[in-house]
């Protein structure tokens, strides 16, 4: 396991993602709570909220974007051949924007404004790609030219939103045609989680020693951003997790990045905080540990991009 310069001097790193994605995340599963939640009127106060919050704390984050998701209606039907038809485990992945474009149905599809609310923060964030469509990039769902194109039309945007993306977080997390992000300038990626299973990822929530995770070797050109955990977002089976608890987890899993020069990685969809408050008020649990080690000199918070520039 390569040891990376902070933990040589057992100084920790802190990192804040954030999957943005609107509909894009759920594009081939939507349900009723996607429909009520994921509009502008919800969207764009629940990013509001988050960079406020990260300003308070001083503490940048990397918001990582499905590209197609901060173009405006008039943009989307002008790259209309970049929104690919694409068959995933047997059906269209963009069968449901289909049918919104035709019914002219733009919430949770499109919500530029987001990108405008984390660009126009106080702090300095790093705005990074979360894939053009959010369609999975991995080998056994797609191949190569998919991703070439998904990540063109993606660095596309960018361009025309005058940013340069520098690293990725997987769609739903799973990692593939890692040389083609090197090819198209990326620095790095977000690893994938441990994959735990519902009942796994509860009882996770509850270990009051939890650790850090250390540096990983570089795949190839990348460096690979160490995992983290997601916040206990507060819905379903999850309420059941007691605030103190993911307090303590949290705690635990930051003071050992403090000690051991380790990497305490969070992340989020912002749309987590919508109907459930309880979201951010753990966040905020964390942050405040995280400024605590911070301002005693024990902690770095980093976004993505300045973890992947690290010596």
Same mark, same amino acid.
Request: aromatic fraction near 4%.
């Given at each position: 396991m390569v040891v990376s310069m902070d933990q040589s001097k057992g100084r920790g790193t802190f990192i804040i993602s954030l999957d943005c994605e609107g509909k894009w995340g759920m594009a081939d599963h939507l349900g009723p709570w996607h429909h009520e939640f994921l509009r502008r009127e919800h969207l764009i106060p629940a990013y509001q909220t988050l960079v406020d919050l990260f300003g308070r704390y001083e503490m940048p984050a990397t918001f990582a974007f499905v590209m197609g998701f901060v173009l405006d209606p008039d943009e989307q039907t002008e790259m209309a051949a970049h929104f690919v038809d694409t068959e995933i485990e047997g059906a269209n992945w963009l069968v449901d924007f289909r049918k919104a474009q035709?019914? /002219?149905?733009?919430? /949770?599809?499109?919500?530029?404004?987001?990108?405008?609310?984390?660009?126009?923060?106080?702090?300095?964030?790093e705005v990074a790609c979360h894939g053009f469509t959010h369609v999975p990039l991995s080998e056994d769902l797609v191949g190569r030219d998919l991703v070439e194109r998904e990540?063109?039309?993606?660095?596309?945007v960018a361009e025309k939103r005058g940013i340069a993306l520098e690293t990725l977080v997987y769609p739903r997390n799973l990692v593939g045609h890692t040389g083609v992000l090197a090819e198209?300038?990326?620095?790095?990626?977000?690893?994938?989680?441990?994959?735990?299973?519902?009942?796994?990822?509860?009882?996770?929530?509850?270990?009051?020693?939890?650790?850090?995770?250390?540096?990983?070797?570089?795949? /190839?050109?990348?460096?690979?951003?160490?995992?983290?955990?997601?916040?206990?977002?507060?819905? /379903?089976?999850?309420?059941?997790i007691p605030r103190a608890a993911s307090r303590l987890r949290w705690k635990a899993r930051l003071e050992d990045a403090a000690k051991s020069g380790g990497v305490a990685h969070i992340w989020l969809h912002p749309h987590n905080i919508i109907d459930a408050p309880g979201t951010l008020e753990r966040l905020e649990d964390v942050l405040g540990e995280a400024a605590r080690l911070r301002d005693a000199g024990k902690l770095v918070v980093k976004t993505q991009a300045e973890y992947c520039a690290a010596p």
């Open positions: 035709i019914a /002219g149905d733009h919430e /949770g599809w499109s919500c530029p404004e987001v990108l405008e609310v984390v660009r126009n923060a106080s702090l300095k964030h990540l063109s039309a993606a660095k596309h198209t300038g990326f620095s790095g990626y977000r690893q994938r989680p441990p994959v735990r299973g519902k009942a796994g990822a509860l009882l996770a929530e509850l270990n009051p020693i939890d650790r850090s995770q250390l540096s990983l070797p570089k795949d /190839g050109e990348l460096t690979v951003v160490p995992s983290g955990e997601m916040l206990n977002w507060q819905s /379903g089976p999850r309420k059941l």
